[in-house]
């Protein structure tokens, strides 16, 4: 019998996918993420199901579109009944373990996952519901502003850099624990960063190391708000752009910091690697994001759109024994969950009508794709619910609010001519524009969306009146069950925690 391998997924926050056109590109310091690039399949046109943390991590786990599962945006539950990869691969048999983010809201904090090494980094609560029935309000205290830019630099601390620091020293201590042999089962580590994502402060050697970048300018220029799509004036409004005045300087710094808190990442990762490697442990390595940003492109900053910065996310996958290769054709993070378990030989037939994704294995095999790509986006900045398809060179983007959007990514990767109007390309639209009226309905979209977001502001407001009593996953640890203790017998612990024995 084939042993089942062992999964150790890697994911970061708000990693912007065009920076990984091939693996990390040639300017970045990022050596660990590049050794990992070379013995990968790299996606190099992966994009998220949902440009936002949460639905973009719900997708991501269950391999169902946001709209499925009704996690619409940062504040709707993940019921608890639907399936995970990790409730997949527990079923067959593994130990599941997760370390760090991973942006559950409500009541269910594992969901699936066996064990859980750190709290959150978000609430888990229903405090940041967006409202439709008051479009334009700016939610002050949980919106992102443009603070974020205006306030980039360098610091040694920071409320994200002590998460990320715990999340690795974590997920190192777990690699030791499985490598000491105690459980048999295959094993699923999944360890999730909460950088690069802003706020945009790097510590000074990750900064120092991009003194001299050429890429501390944006490609293309804002072209003013007055010229910026509808969708993208929402998101501009809600990022409350008119109470901050944005300089060439303030744009470099926050990108030579988010390039900086690359590089952190870069090391945090090969520290764990390097864990895996001495511990003589073999897994397959899933390297993705959520979701991108923006950084400053048509001067937009951080996600909520479609657009490739948002969109678009780096996804490698190295298999034990197989060569890498670069895959072109455009795939999803919904297609994580079934390509788990296609290497871990488990049937999905039984939830198969319900999912969204599909098996990547095809492609590293050197296959091709045809079906397309969807997104969707209903949260903040929005008024009425997004969706998007990626097929081939296509770009199709449409919502009740906005005219279509298509774009050729092959002649124009930077988006910037919308060729919906062009005479030249009316059968393409109208063929993107059936499929995508073949798998939405946008009125019954809005209609579910706003059912939900008024149902918990009810909740949040009544669970915030008198005792409260938070969601938030606590960790506990058994202070008694570790190192040495009087129940125990020196001997023993000595050698069960001993690693490699013998040697």
């Known amino acids: 019998m084939v042993p089942k391998p062992n999964f150790l997924i890697l994911m970061v926050d708000q990693l912007n996918g065009t920076l990984f056109p091939d693996g990390p590109a040639e300017w970045l310091h990022a050596p660990n993420l590049r050794r990992l ?3 990968s399949s790299r996606f190099a046109n992966a994009y998220t199901a949902s440009p936002l943390c949460a639905p973009g ?77 008051k479009p334009g309000e700016r939610i002050e205290w949980w919106y992102h502003n443009m603070g974020s830019v205006t306030g980039a630099g360098v610091a040694e601390i920071s409320n ?17 624990d499985l490598a000491r042999g105690h459980d048999a089962r295959p094993w699923c580590l999944t360890v999730s960063f909460t950088h690069p994502h802003d706020p945009y402060v790097a510590r000074r050697r990750y900064w120092d190391l991009y003194a001299d970048c050429a890429h501390l300018a944006p490609v293309q220029p804002d072209p003013g708000y007055a010229a910026q799509d509808p969708h993208s004036k929402r998101i501009f409004d809600a990022n409350d752009w008119r109470s901050f005045t944005i300089t060439p300087e303030d744009v470099a710094r926050a990108r030579r910091a988010y390039f900086a808190n690359i590089s952190y990442l870069d090391d945090k990762i090969g520290e764990i690697l390097d864990v895996l490697e001495d511990t003589r442990q073999e897994a397959v390595i899933v390297f993705v994001s959520d979701h991108g940003d923006m950084l400053g492109e048509r001067g937009m900053w951080f996600k909520m759109s479609f657009y490739d910065g948002s969109a678009r996310v780096p996804l490698m996958i190295a298999t034990p024994g197989r060569a890498g290769r670069s895959v072109a054709d455009p795939v999803s993070t919904l297609d994580v969950l079934p390509t788990l378990a296609d290497l871990a030989g488990i049937d999905l037939s039984d939830i198969a009508p319900w999912s969204d994704g599909e098996t990547l294995l095809p492609l590293i095999a050197g296959g091709t794709r045809s079906a397309p790509v969807a997104m969707e986006y209903a949260a903040e900045g929005s008024i009425t619910p997004l969706v998007g398809l990626r097929q081939g060179r296509w770009k199709y983007t449409a919502c009740r609010a906005d005219p279509e959007q298509l774009f050729d990514m092959d002649a124009d990767p930077q988006e910037r001519v919308n060729l919906a109007s062009d005479p030249a390309h009316a059968e393409t639209l109208r063929d993107l524009r059936a499929q995508a009226q073949a798998r939405w309905d946008l009125d019954r979209f809005d209609a579910e969306v706003r059912e939900s977001q008024a149902r918990r502001w009810v909740v949040y407001e009544a669970l915030r009146n008198g005792a409260y009593f938070p969601w938030d996953f606590q960790p506990l640890q058994q202070a008694s069950e570790r190192y040495m203790r009087n129940h125990m017998d020196l001997n023993v612990v000595e050698e069960r925690q001993r690693f490699p024995r013998g040697e």
């Open 37 to 39: 690039a070379a013995r």
């Open 57 to 133: 991590r719900a997708s991501f786990m269950s391999g169902q579109l946001p709209s499925r599962m009704r996690v619409y945006d940062n504040a709707a539950e993940f019921a608890s009944d639907i399936p995970c990869f990790t409730h997949h691969l527990r079923r067959a048999g593994y130990h599941t373990c997760l370390s760090g983010k991973m942006h559950f809201v409500g009541p269910d904090q594992l969901h699936g996952f066996e064990a859980r090494l750190t709290t959150d980094i978000y609430p888990a609560d229903f405090g940041w519901t967006p409202d439709y029935r």
């Open 160 to 176: 994200q850099m002590e998460y990320d620091d715990e999340v690795a020293h974590h997920a190192k201590a777990k690699l030791y």
